[in-house]
């Protein structure tokens, strides 16, 4: 075995490797070279046949062919893999990323998705979120309200009264009574709800629809305490700070009583279809709680007071969803209410 | 309501203040305006003309070209108008000028010339009759505008009539009067009233009251009434204040009405000298003014004449019989105050809601009676100064109202409203609102007037608003509570409800809707479906049924009914209360339910059947986080007898679910496959549920083997884990349901499940034997149970 038999290798490795093609050709020099019966094997495998004053020399360069040989084959087989990747990206066939997809989803209702953003803002001001009965007694819907005996709202004509005695509760308010004994006299609390009317129905006239109401309890409540909730609870759901109006109002539960206007968050108050161009959309009665209340919910009215304040739900969600007809909230029309999904 | 700003004027000078202010002012204080006319804008080179002749149009049955003088020119005009006539002295809007309709421009009609156009009353704006041109009687100088004469220009505000409901004292211009005084700080002037004491010596009308329910009655009578129209200035207001001029007389008792709140009445003094005022016994039939019949009903008031003849329901309508016309010329005028209550049922059980109706309905002040007469007397002798008053004030003041003082701090106002307010500001709102005051330093005694003291204002609360209003809650300065941090109170109900209705439509895509209330009986009967109701309601004409419903689900079977040609797929649920029963003191025991229907025309009833028990599964393990069954027991008839079945946990039981019984689904359609549920949500929501506990994994390799076991067809899985239970083997952590195979020709009345078993250890890998340990044990077992390995 001589020094120019590597040389041989060496050259005949050149050639063999500028000649590959693929993968798979390239295992073949591998094997060829550096397998267990490979070139460099041979090589090895000769080494006692050197002579000895080459001994050192031989086995340098043998090493150094082995070498060249693995960096170069490493070196082909990523170049050949690259190769591979590009090539198949270049055959792959564009997706037509245009195609619609089908996002199905269910639907909730939009007085549920609208009442949840209402009821979370109060959660986060530390508000107990209450429920109540839609069957409700004529005294806690009137007397324990101050409603008395002789007022309009108690007319056949508004109420739908029931066969035993029972009435369908005409405001969310006939949950106040038993709140306010199980909460007072010092407490935060919004109950939404259900409430019915006998009305005859069209666009605007629903017999049954949604209210919202809170009420605060505690001393030393004020007028600014209760237009800092309205403004706080009208920020959260138009998602911008709304300017508010309170105007004198009549309802015999509180005392003074308002009713509160928000700036059209739509026009910002220059009038339009929304706001019936009067630039302000009226969405609130409220007022502090009138002292009967409270006492005939146990409450001294000369130690404690507070507000309270009821949202007309489905004007808001009418609003917010540009629903033209009331009468759709009630309806089984899926056609509208598969439309809402599950946010807003 | 409707406001003219000029009438205001009489009273308070607003001068100075833009319109837009004095609306926003009176929106913010006192009530809501919800329009403003500016009445006149239009009416525009509009001027007194005579005309001097009337020719027939050649061409036409109807025109007429008449020669008008308007004082610089004498126009041609082509004229319309039936009642014209030569030496007639009218309105004309000159060309250029323009009218309500619009600008007057010179033109042709059927071929002749026309330069203007003569105006009826209607046309300007400033009356009703449209039927002939304005036909002027007073004496004007022929050229001048109408409008250096005749006040037609006016702003008019529209007040809602609902934000005075509690307000008796605004449903008169004098009493908005007093507001604008209050808010812009502007002097009221005095109503200008006749000295009624002048004819104290003067005989005195009978007045008797038979009812408790009318607080004061009071009249004055009046003769040699010669005029029997009103000038143009009260003309123009009534009708800008949205009602009619008829004649002197009775546009004077409406001017009153409009004027100081109290409606009035004019009988002839021919017919009527003398007054009761009596109860009805329900048979009273009165013709009304209108020529309307009405029968009054028991109790409601009516007033009679000396010989109980009935002339007028009171507060709500006059007799036709006694009232005025155009020729009266002796009168006797009401002015009484009868109880809000009577007047309001009275007015609805007659159907007949009127201006004079409205305002008793709101409790007026006894007090404002001799002040109405001493107005009307003055206003009638400033048109006719001829009229004699013939009676003196005579009066039967039966009910007083109890005069009210209020102790006031003022510092309660401050502490209310959340903003110093001064006591100095406080005294003078009060005292331009006319409540009397005496300052005790510390404590305000607060005198009410009796226009306010009829039930508007009574305890210190109401003053606190007269005074925060004034103040302008523009001006409060919004502040956040400082409370105890402490955690609120969660409801389950509540809190759960959001999450399970979120799943329902997110996962199970299904869509929410709110349904009535009522019980749909015809829908019922006709689909077979059978519900109860507890309670009915007493009058159903709005609601269209008249049971409360004791379930959901035939709701949104009704739902499936109303959407089945839109759909092949309905999925709807609905979280909605019911009325399931009435407790021993008659009273309704309500439920907030839950109920949920998949239909399909593509599906079968098993596949949404499996649907709508993993939502359920779901909501109740992944929610509420309680383990749920289903049980056989008996659901509703409308669902399948076989395959329904009842939902429950180990403690509770909380409804049915189920498929569709076949007669129903053939009534309602056979398209579709329907599977449903209802459950007291309520119920599930309150049950409570368990901490989640993560299961540790064995650190070495697990194994699974799958086992195909051969058991009867009718077998039903919990049973077979109910047998499977028994085995006991260290190694074994678990299993679960591969597939069910049922192959009636291959396997008979047999069916093979694939169970699959999870072996481990938590202290060592399993080695062959033990796995193959397990295999023959597990066989042995199946064995001594009647069961069996397929092939």
Known sequence: MELSNITENEKSFDCDISKVASLAELEEIRLKYLGKKGLIQDIMAKFREVPVEQKREFGQKVNALKNKIETEIENKKQLLLTEQINKEIENTKMFDYSLPVDTKTGSLHPRTIIQKQVVDIFKNMGFVVEDGNEVETEYNNFESVNVPKNHPARDMQDTFWLSNGELLKTQTSAAQNRILRTYGPVCKVIFPGRVFRNEQLDARHENTFFQLEGVVVGKNITVANLIYFEKAMLKALFKKDIEVRLRPGFFPFTEPSYEMDAKCPFCGGKGCHTCGNSGWLELCPCGMIHPNVLKMAGIDPEEYNGFAFGLGFDRLVMIRTNLDDIRYLNSNNLKVMSQFKTKM | ?791
């Open chain 2, 1 to 791: 309501m409707f406001i003219s700003m000029n009438w205001i004027n009489d009273y308070v000078d607003l001068s100075g203040i833009e319109v837009d202010e004095l609306v926003k002012r009176f929106n913010l204080s006192t009530a809501e305006i919800e329009g403003v006319e500016y009445k006149g804008k239009n009416v525009q080179n509009v001027v007194f003309g005579k005309v001097l002749s009337v020719e027939k149009h050649p061409e036409s049955n109807h025109l007429h070209i008449l020669k008008v003088d308007v004082k610089d020119e004498i126009l041609q005009i082509v004229c319309g108008a039936p009642n014209v006539y030569e030496g007639m002295v009218t309105a004309v809007c000159k060309v250029g000028g323009s009218v309500c309709a619009g600008k007057i421009k010179a033109t042709k009609l059927v071929g002749v010339d026309s330069f203007g156009m003569c105006c009826a009353e209607a046309e300007l704006g400033i009356g009703s009759d449209d039927e002939g041109i304005m036909d002027i009687k007073e004496p004007v100088t022929i050229g001048a505008d109408i409008k250096s004469v005749w006040p037609v220009d006016d702003v008019v505000l529209e007040i809602d009539n609902k934000s005075l409901t509690n307000r008796p004292d605004l449903w008169g211009h004098y009493g908005i009067a007093r507001e604008f005084s209050a808010i812009f700080d502007r002097p009221l002037k005095k109503l200008p009233v006749a000295n009624l004491e002048e004819y104290s010596n003067l005989p005195e009308v009978e007045i008797d009251i038979e009812t408790n329910n009318c607080f004061r009655y009071s009249s004055i009578v009046a003769e040699n009434v010669n005029i029997h129209h009103s000038n143009r200035k009260m003309a123009i207001r009534l009708n800008y204040a949205g009602m009619r001029d008829i004649n002197l007389l009775a546009d004077l008792t409406n001017y009153v009405m409009l004027d100081v709140g109290l409606p009035m009445h004019a009988f002839d003094h021919k017919i009527v000298d003398g007054i009761k005022v009596i109860e009805s016994d329900g048979n009273v039939v009165m013709t009304t003014l209108e020529r309307e019949e009405h029968t009054v009903p028991k109790n409601a008031i009516v007033i009679a004449d000396r010989s109980r003849e009935p002339v007028a329901i009171a507060g709500i309508k006059g007799g036709l019989k006694s009232g005025i016309s155009d020729e009266t010329n002796s009168v006797l005028f009401e002015a009484a105050v009868f109880d809000s209550e009577t007047i309001r049922k009275a007015s609805r059980a007659i159907g007949l809601i009127t201006d004079a109706s409205q305002r008793y309905e709101k409790s007026l002040d006894p007090e404002l009676t001799p002040v109405a007469l001493a107005r009307i007397i003055y206003l009638l002798k400033e048109i006719d100064s001829e009229a004699k008053v013939v009676s003196r004030f005579s009066d039967c003041y039966k009910k007083k109202y109890d005069r009210i003082s209020i102790k006031l701090d003022p510092k309660f106002i401050s502490k209310i409203v959340g903003m110093e307010i001064s006591k100095e500001f406080t005294i003078k709102t009060l005292r331009a609102l006319e409540f009397g005051i005496k300052d005790n330093g510390n404590e305000l005694l607060v005198e009410v007037p009796t226009f306010r003291a009829t039930k508007d204002v009574s305890i210190k609360e109401d003053l606190v608003e007269e005074v925060a209003r004034l103040y302008g809650y523009d001006n409060i300065e919004p502040k956040t509570l400082s409370f105890d941090a402490e955690p609120q109170k969660i409801i389950p109900s509540i809190e759960y409800e959001y999450d399970a209705k979120l799943m329902l439509a997110e996962k199970y895509n299904a869509n929410e809707i709110h349904s009535y209330l009522w019980n749909y009986e015809d829908f019922n009967k006709a689909n077979k479906i059978e519900m109860k109701s507890y309670v009915k309601l007493l009058d159903s004409s709005n609601a269209g049924q008249s049971g409360i419903r004791s379930e959901l689900l035939p709701t949104l079977l009704r739902c499936l009914d109303e959407n089945k040609n839109n759909y092949e797929d309905v999925r709807v649920f609905e979280i909605g209360r019911v009325v399931s029963g009435l407790d021993e003191e008659n009273m309704c025991i309500e439920n907030k339910k839950l109920a949920v229907l998949f239909a399909s025309q593509k599906k079968t009833e098993f596949e949404l059947f499996t649907e709508l028990k993993t939502a359920i599964f779901d909501i109740a393990k992944n929610i509420i986080g309680i383990d749920i069954m289903l049980d056989k027991g008996e659901t509703v008839k409308y669902m399948h007898p076989v395959n329904s079945f009842r939902v429950k946990s180990r403690t509770d039981d909380y409804g049915y679910i189920g498929i569709l019984h076949p007669e129903v689904k053939k009534s309602i359609d056979k398209r579709f496959n329907v599977a449903m549920l209802e459950i007291d949500f309520e119920k599930l929501a309150n049950t409570k549920g368990y901490a989640k506990k993560i299961k540790n994994i064995s650190k070495y390799q697990a194994v699974d083997i799958d086992f195909n076991i051969l058991c009867d067809e009718n077998l039903i899985y919990a049973d077979l884990a109910k047998i499977l239970g028994k085995f006991k083997s260290k190694i074994l952590s678990g299993y679960s349901l591969v597939d069910i195979y049922e192959n009636k020709e291959q396997l008979k009345d047999k069916k093979s499940v694939t169970l699959r078993f999870n072996l481990s250890s938590f202290d060592h890998t399993l080695s062959g034997e033990e796995i193959e340990k397990f295999r023959t044990d597990f066989i042995e077992f199946l064995s001594k149970n009647n069961l069996e390995l397929r092939g």
